[in-house]
T-cell receptor, first 112, second 113 residues
Framework: DAGVTQSPTHLIKTRGQQVTLRCSPK?????VSWYQQALGQGPQFIFQ???????QRGNFPDRFSGHQFPNYSSELNVNALLLGDSALYLC???????????FGSGTRLTVV | DQQVKQNSPSLSVQEGRISILNCDYT??????FLWYKKYPAEGPTFLIS?????DKNEDGRFTVFLNKSAKHLSLHIVPSQPGDSAVYFC????????????FGAGTILRVKS
């Protein structure tokens, strides 16, 4: 039973560029959340998708956007990359209403 | 505004002894608390959780205690093993906030053999 899968695992981008990260949730899960984890900190909530709509959003600028597809997979897009966007981006999924989340291994984004 | 705090950045424990990791929170709306364990180059792995209606939950070597009046929870690992060495994150959620997780900064646990 595959858990949460994320791609790519590592990515290097130049300041000002745009990036798309992808996530496939665990089988049976319909809700996907994205988190940003900077070095030495805990994961910070970016947003959550359910039924292809953004349901909740954390304190992140509009440069961060997302999408959920009918098969529950999701994308995270970041425009106009800044050096400070360098972080580990984690995708987590759950079944709607359940409090526990399953996390993927993350995408390590480096902005140079 | 850090709603979930883990005040100890690191903890070192001898193999076989008890490890106690602490976590404090400020938001009384939180109704569910979780502990995640994270190894380098991997995502957080769920360890144990507790609902706000309980004060203790046990799963093998892991026990989580919740003190709602003090807004404090702790994770006890007995006995500690070298494979427990990892970063431990405390997280809290509330139905009112869509069950999004609010994490602490983490505690690095080192279990010495």
């Amino acid at each position: 039973d595959a858990g949460v899968t994320q791609s790519p695992t590592h990515l290097i981008k130049t300041r000002g560029q745009q990036v798309t990260l992808r996530c496939s949730p665990k089988s049976g899960h319909d809700t996907v959340s994205w988190y940003q984890q900077a070095l030495g900190q805990g994961p910070q909530f970016i947003f959550q998708y359910y039924e292809e709509e953004e349901r909740q959003r954390g304190n992140f600028p509009d440069r961060f956007s997302g999408h959920q597809f009918p098969n529950y997979s999701s994308e995270l897009n970041v425009n106009a990359l800044l050096l400070g966007d360098s972080a580990l981006y984690l995708c987590a999924s759950r079944k709607k209403g359940a409090p526990g989340y399953t996390f993927g291994s993350g995408t390590r984004l480096t902005v140079v | 505004d850090q709603q979930v705090k883990q005040n100890s950045p690191s903890l070192s424990v001898q193999e076989g002894r008890i490890s106690i990791l602490n976590c404090d929170y400020t938001n009384s709306m939180f109704d569910y608390f979780l502990w995640y364990k994270k190894y380098p180059a991997e995502g957080p792995t769920f360890l144990i959780s507790i609902s706000s209606i309980k004060d203790k939950n046990e799963d093998g070597r892991f026990t989580v205690f919740l003190n709602k009046s003090a807004k404090h929870l702790s994770l006890h690992i007995v006995p500690s093993q070298p494979g427990d060495s990892a970063v431990y994150f405390c997280a809290a959620s509330a139905k009112e906030y869509g069950n999004k997780l609010v994490f602490g900064a983490g505690t690095i646990l080192r279990v010495k053999s």
